[in-house]
């Protein structure tokens, strides 16, 4: 089975919290009515994983108190298909760009997917539940959702257990 993926326009940070999507020109007309929602959902390509980096099974934090974890079981970049995804708030559309705030994809990352966040849809139906690793990490280092680590940062704040070579 093969899977087709390509860009459909890349994201470039302004500062810490905002970036702007660029969507190429052959989908601009795909943006019609993209301003009437005030969220969107970001699908994108974390075109920094390395093959090796692909092969990450678990991690555990250094810095933290935290157990190891498989990698479905983290929001950390490194995992067998690095796709990211991100709830932002739309500030502005000026014909192909969009301004937003919140993005967590680093400069000229690889936009594959735009959404319309719709509560209905995309807000999980019943209580959520959160580890005491998670809830103490969001208590003692996320005040806002930004974090402020750049890709090879976050590398180095945890230990990488790699799934071996076949």
Same mark, same amino acid.
């Given at each position: 089975?093969?899977?087709?993926?390509?860009?459909?326009?890349?994201?470039?940070?302004?500062?810490?919290?905002?970036?702007?999507?660029?969507?190429?020109?052959?989908?601009?007309?795909?943006?019609?009515?993209?301003?009437?929602?005030?969220?969107?959902?970001?699908?994108?390509?974390?075109?920094?994983?390395?093959?090796?980096?692909?092969?990450? /099974?678990?991690?555990?934090?250094?810095? &933290?108190?935290? #157990? %190891?974890?498989? $990698?479905?079981?983290?929001?950390?970049?490194? !995992?067998?298909?690095?796709?990211?995804?991100?709830?932002?708030?739309?500030?502005?559309?000026?014909?192909?760009?969009?301004?937003?705030?919140?993005?967590?994809?680093?400069?000229?990352?690889?936009?594959?997917? /735009?959404?319309?966040?719709?509560?209905? &849809?995309?807000? #999980? %139906?019943?209580? $959520?539940?959160?580890?005491?690793?998670?809830? !103490?990490?969001?208590?003692?280092?996320?005040?806002?959702?930004?974090?402020?680590?750049?890709?090879?940062?976050?590398?180095?704040?945890?230990?990488?257990?790699?799934?071996?070579?076949?």
């Amino acid at each position: 089975m093969v899977f087709e993926v390509k860009p459909i326009g890349f994201a470039y940070r302004v500062d810490h919290e905002k970036a702007i999507i660029e969507v190429l020109k052959e989908y601009a007309e795909c943006l019609d009515k993209v301003n009437h929602f005030s969220h969107l959902v970001v699908i994108y390509w974390m075109n920094r994983v390395t093959d090796e980096l692909r092969r990450v /099974i678990r991690i555990r934090p250094k810095h &933290f108190k935290t #157990p %190891r974890l498989g $990698v479905f079981a983290t929001r950390f970049p490194a !995992r067998p298909n690095p796709i990211g995804v991100t709830t932002v708030k739309l500030i502005e559309r000026r014909g192909r760009k969009l301004l937003v705030d919140g993005l967590d994809a680093e400069d000229n990352t690889p936009i594959i997917d /735009i959404k319309p966040y719709i509560p209905v &849809f995309d807000k #999980p %139906r019943g209580r $959520v539940k959160l580890p005491l690793w998670v809830k !103490r990490h969001l208590k003692e280092h996320h005040h806002d959702y930004h974090h402020p680590h750049t890709f090879e940062e976050l590398l180095k704040l945890v230990e990488l257990e790699l799934k071996p070579l076949a």
